[in-house]
């Protein structure tokens, strides 16, 4: 299988979970909030699920297993604390220390959550927040976190290139030249 079909089906799973976590419970106030940049908490969630997924399919390849679907919910969940955290509200404080807690708390109050998924969301913040994860599937949200939000963080900053190599912000790198 191609790495694009690859990706593709990822995607389509990476949809399917969360149109369901969506009917279930409040998925959907996640496009309301910005997590990084200007990418949406939704966006980041998703964008997790998908470098999860394609995380366990590489280590599934050398014989290493997960648990499929604890770590695609846990990987949508993990961020599922339903507030805009750039708001000044007292409560948002050390929002980076105690957001995984209030995730999980959401989470348990609209989804039956397996011990999995519960790990995956308390811990994905490790190391800020210093107890590790203690399953594979944790682990790897950790990390497919840790990763998509250098990219979403660093995205905005750099100049993008298209495929055909031509430099899309050409206008606005004049600008800081000149």
């Given at each position: 299988?191609?790495?694009?079909?690859r990706?593709?089906?990822?995607?389509?799973?990476?949809?399917?979970?969360?149109?369901?976590?969506?009917?279930?419970?409040?998925?959907?106030?996640?496009?309301?909030?910005?997590?990084?940049?200007d990418?949406?908490v939704?966006?980041h969630?998703?964008?997790?699920?998908?470098?999860?997924?394609?995380?366990?399919?590489?280590l599934?390849?050398v014989?290493?297993s997960?648990?499929?679907l604890s770590?695609?919910?846990?990987?949508?969940?993990?961020?599922y604390?339903?507030?805009?955290?750039?708001?000044?509200?007292?409560?948002?404080?050390?929002?980076?220390?105690?957001?995984?807690?209030?995730?999980?708390?959401?989470?348990?109050?609209?989804?039956?959550?397996?011990?999995?998924e519960?790990?995956?969301?308390?811990?994905?913040?490790?190391?800020?927040?210093?107890v590790?994860?203690?399953?594979?599937?944790?682990?790897?949200?950790?990390?497919?976190?840790?990763w998509?939000?250098?990219?979403?963080?660093?995205a905005?900053?750099?100049?993008?290139?298209?495929?055909?190599?031509?430099?899309?912000?050409?206008?606005?790198?004049?600008k800081?030249r000149?």
């Open positions: 299988m191609s790495d694009t079909v990706a593709e089906k990822i995607a389509r799973e990476v949809d399917d979970a969360a149109r369901q976590l969506a009917q279930a419970g409040r998925l959907d106030l996640m496009h309301e909030f910005i997590q990084h940049g990418v949406t939704y966006t969630v998703t964008s997790v699920a998908r470098a999860s997924l394609s995380f366990a399919e590489r599934g390849r014989g290493i997960v648990d499929r770590l695609l919910r846990g990987a949508l969940l993990h961020d604390f339903l507030y805009d955290w750039h708001d000044p509200d007292p409560s948002h404080r050390l929002h980076g220390f105690r957001h995984p807690f209030f995730a999980l708390a959401r989470a348990e109050e609209d989804f039956e959550l397996t011990p999995r519960r790990n995956i969301i308390v811990r994905h913040m490790f190391p800020l927040v210093p590790p994860p203690t399953c594979r599937e944790a682990w790897i949200v950790c990390l497919a976190d840790k998509c939000a250098l990219r979403e963080t660093i905005g900053r750099l100049p993008r290139k298209d495929r055909a190599g031509d430099d899309v912000n050409s206008e606005s790198n004049e800081r000149g």
